[in-house]
């Protein structure tokens, strides 16, 4: 399955952006689906995920309450809400695909390229 993050862009702290994950070639409701980031000089973390079906969410601590994540299966599509935007947010923002929902990067088979988010403090 390939994928294709967009959505990234500047934000000020405290404001909002949504982030897109559109996915090709065979069908997203396949996987589970996950939002990773890394920050300049740090490892990739993850940031949120959501099962095959949508009814399942979950999430790192450091984003719990401010971002949420969800899929439209028809369009083949996962977001990311990302509220109350924090400076330490800043980070080029993957989404990603496999067979479960991890903290462990390695547990995803397919990744799209990141979509830089930069938060002015």
């Known amino acids: 399955v390939q994928l294709q993050a967009s959505g990234g862009g500047l934000v000020q702290a405290g404001g909002s952006l949504s982030l897109s994950c559109a996915a090709s070639?065979?069908?997203?409701?396949?996987?589970?689906m996950a939002w990773l980031r890394q920050a300049p000089g740090k490892e990739r973390e993850f940031v949120a995920g959501?099962?095959?079906?949508?009814?399942?969410?979950y999430y790192a601590d450091s984003v719990k309450g401010r971002f949420t994540i969800q899929r439209d299966n028809a369009k083949n599509t996962v977001y990311l809400r990302m509220n109350s935007l924090k400076f330490e947010d800043t980070a080029v923002y993957y989404c990603?695909?496999?067979?479960?929902?991890?903290?462990?990067?390695?547990?995803?088979?397919?990744w799209g390229q990141g979509t830089l988010v930069t938060v002015s403090s």
């Open positions: 959501i099962n095959r079906s949508g009814s399942s969410a």
């Open positions: 070639g065979r069908t997203a409701s396949n996987y589970n």
């Open positions: 990603a695909a496999g067979p479960f929902i991890s903290d462990s990067i390695s547990e995803y088979n397919y």
